[in-house]
């Protein structure tokens, strides 16, 4: 199994270009979830999915948009970069908490943005 | 308002020695809490958790307490290795939600020294 598999690894933008960053699974997992994280800052969570076709806002969603067509993948997508979007993102997924899972987020090797 | 808050950014021990970090959550909702560890370049990776029906968890050199009075919880590791350096969050989510969000704290870089 390959876990959670993001792309792109790193990635310049300029300001106010788009772009989409990819995140893919093979655990099955029904719960999927984008981070930020800010230089010495824990992650906050952006925009997060309880299955395909379902998907709700996180801590920070503003500036980004997320789809969830299958249960494998979960882009997220930056229309208008802003310096302020310069991070790392991560994406992770879960079995989530009911039934006696613990919730416990397997994540990807992160996505490092710059904008500017 | 943070919910989950690691107040000390960096810990420094000696091999062979007890890392204790710490970890205090506001929110009483909180009833399941994990520890992840974060190498350099990597995303982070699944320690130990505790439920909050339990005021301790362990695991090999790894042991969690959780203290739910004072809405606190410490990793300890004994011994600590070099191989232990790393950030390590503390996480916290409230399972009755069902969606599994996860509320970190900010990390705490632990060095080991050899």
């Known amino acids: 199994n390959a876990g959670v598999t993001q792309t792109p690894k790193f990635r310049i933008l300029k300001i106010g270009q788009s772009m989409t960053l990819q995140c893919t699974q093979d655990m099955n997992h029904n719960y999927m979830y984008w981070y930020r994280q800010d230089p010495g800052m824990g992650l906050k969570l952006i925009y997060y999915?309880?299955?395909?076709?379902?998907?709700d806002k996180g801590e920070v969603p503003n500036g980004y948009n997320v789809s969830r067509s299958t249960t494998e993948d979960f882009p997220l997508r930056l229309e208008l970069a802003a310096p302020s979007q310069t991070s790392v993102y991560f994406c992770?997924?879960?079995?989530?908490?009911?039934?006696?899972?613990?919730?416990?987020?397997?994540f990807g090797e992160g996505s490092r943005l710059t904008v500017l | 308002d943070q919910q989950v808050k690691q107040n000390s950014p960096s810990l420094s021990v000696q091999e062979g020695r007890i890392s204790i970090l710490n970890c205090d959550y506001t929110?009483?909702?909180?009833?399941?809490f994990l520890w992840y560890k974060k190498y350099p370049a990597e995303g982070p990776t699944f320690l130990i958790s505790?439920?909050?029906?339990?005021d301790k968890n362990e695991d090999g050199r790894f042991t969690v307490f959780l203290n739910k009075s004072a809405k606190h919880l410490s990793l300890h590791i004994v011994p600590s290795q070099p191989g232990d350096s790393a950030v390590y969050f503390c996480a916290a989510l409230e399972t009755l939600t069902n969606a599994g969000k996860s509320t970190f704290g900010d990390g705490t870089t632990l060095t080991v020294k050899p």
């Open positions: 999915s309880v299955g395909a076709g379902i998907t």
């Open positions: 992770a997924s879960s079995t989530g908490t009911s039934g006696g899972n613990t919730g416990e987020l397997f």
């Open positions: 505790i439920s909050s029906i339990k």
């Open positions: 929110n009483s909702m909180f009833d399941y």
